[in-house]
């Protein structure tokens, strides 16, 4: 992937999920691009200007298996949450996510997944912006 970096005047993070894409912030001084995207590098504390456009697939960091919903109601069919490292970040950055399209017991750690959209016309500038991520075969 090529790397376009973006001026954070020009866009920034909530605003490209409306259009379909991730930010990641990337750091001048220490190389490293992280997401969900921020103003501060926290491990040289030089502030981060610059925004780049990541790939919207990445890999299964860790995941659980709820059985209770955020309104604290019992659910039979567990939600998976999972921390997806997004690719073109630095390792280790990614972000929370639900999955979606797959049985708990299929899920693994390692596993490569794709974002599915909203459409676009449903999009509002919000994580949410994506429904869930999907297992891809490579």
């Given at each position: 992937?090529?790397?376009?970096?973006?001026?954070y005047?020009?866009e920034v993070?909530?605003?490209?999920?409306?259009?379909g894409?991730i930010?990641?912030?990337?750091?001048?001084?220490?190389?490293k691009?992280v997401v969900?995207?921020?103003?501060?590098c926290?491990?040289?504390?030089?502030?981060m200007?610059?925004?780049?456009?990541?790939?919207?697939?990445g890999?299964?960091?860790?995941?659980s298996?709820?059985?209770?919903t955020?309104?604290?109601q019992?659910?039979?069919?567990?939600?998976?949450p999972?921390?997806i490292?997004i690719d073109?970040?630095?390792?280790?950055?990614?972000?929370?996510h639900?999955l979606g399209?797959?049985?708990?017991e299929?899920?693994?750690?390692?596993?490569?997944?794709?974002?599915?959209?909203?459409?676009?016309?449903?999009?509002?500038?919000?994580?949410t912006?994506?429904?869930y991520?999907k297992?891809?075969?490579?």
């Amino acid at each position: 992937m090529e790397y376009k970096i973006i001026h954070y005047e020009d866009e920034v993070g909530l605003a490209a999920m409306k259009e379909g894409y991730i930010l990641g912030s990337y750091c001048s001084h220490c190389r490293k691009t992280v997401v969900p995207p921020r103003t501060v590098c926290e491990w040289c504390f030089h502030p981060m200007l610059d925004y780049v456009p990541l790939l919207d697939t990445g890999t299964i960091n860790t995941f659980s298996l709820c059985y209770v919903t955020w309104d604290v109601q019992r659910i039979k069919t567990p939600e998976i949450p999972a921390v997806i490292e997004i690719d073109g970040a630095s390792p280790l950055h990614g972000i929370m996510h639900k999955l979606g399209e797959i049985k708990p017991e299929q899920v693994a750690i390692g596993m490569r997944v794709q974002a599915v959209w909203k459409s676009a016309q449903d999009r509002e500038g919000a994580i949410t912006d994506i429904k869930y991520f999907k297992p891809i075969k490579e």
